[in-house]
């Protein structure tokens, strides 16, 4: 075998194994990519236990007034809880919220949590408290299911179910709405966000 054939077989060889590593790496992207979810499971945990102790303090308030203060408090702060923890996991995937599936799953809440507020508006101008846990956790539901089409499978199993909890709480006695919410935003949070962490990892 002459020199030239044999520089011709080491060039394919290093060919071949350029080739083998690039594979490698677009395995191990779409992999990650598959696996990764822009809602955080640890921190949905958090989010969960800080509704736990809110529905335990707003059930023993004075006025409804002072009730909705302490849920618009926690919204407050589980969106905080959120939008940190949406950063880190995506810091450690080596991810990005601002382009792909995370800008899409994080543009997608924004319809149904603007409807809400606005309604939130609305039912406190006319003092209709008792509305307010429904209509909060079903259109948080909403946020989710649709924010859950670039996510994994189980976020939109969660937003379901805060679905079906909205509408239970929306035909229940008004009495019962503070435990709607302890069950909603606190149970069903640290539940779901337990089994995305330790599914899909943060």
Request: aromatic residues 12%.
């Amino acid at each position: 075998m002459n020199e030239r054939a044999v520089e011709n077989l080491k060039y394919i060889r290093e060919i071949n194994e350029r080739a083998v590593e690039n594979l490698k790496y677009i395995r191990e992207t779409m992999e990650r990519a598959g696996s990764f979810t822009a809602v955080p499971g640890r921190g949905g945990i958090l989010m969960g236990i800080s509704a736990l102790l809110t529905a335990l303090i707003s059930n023993r308030l004075p006025s409804k007034e002072l009730w909705f203060d302490s849920w618009l408090g926690e919204a407050i702060l589980a969106l905080a809880i959120g939008g940190w923890a949406m950063q880190q996991k995506a810091k450690a995937f080596q991810s990005t919220l601002l382009y792909g599936a995370g800008r899409k799953f994080a543009l997608s809440l924004c319809p149904a949590m603007i409807a809400g507020g606005i309604l939130t508006v609305v039912l406190y101008k006319n003092a209709l408290f008792g509305l307010m846990p429904g209509v909060w956790l079903l259109l948080y539901g909403v946020a989710v299911v649709t924010g859950g089409a670039f996510s994994v499978k189980v976020v939109p199993i969660m937003g379901v179910c805060f679905m079906l909890l909205g509408a239970v709480a929306l035909f229940s006695p008004v009495a019962w709405a503070n435990w709607f919410m302890a069950a909603g935003f606190g149970g069903l949070q640290i539940v779901f966000g337990a089994v995305i962490a330790r599914s899909y990892g943060g």
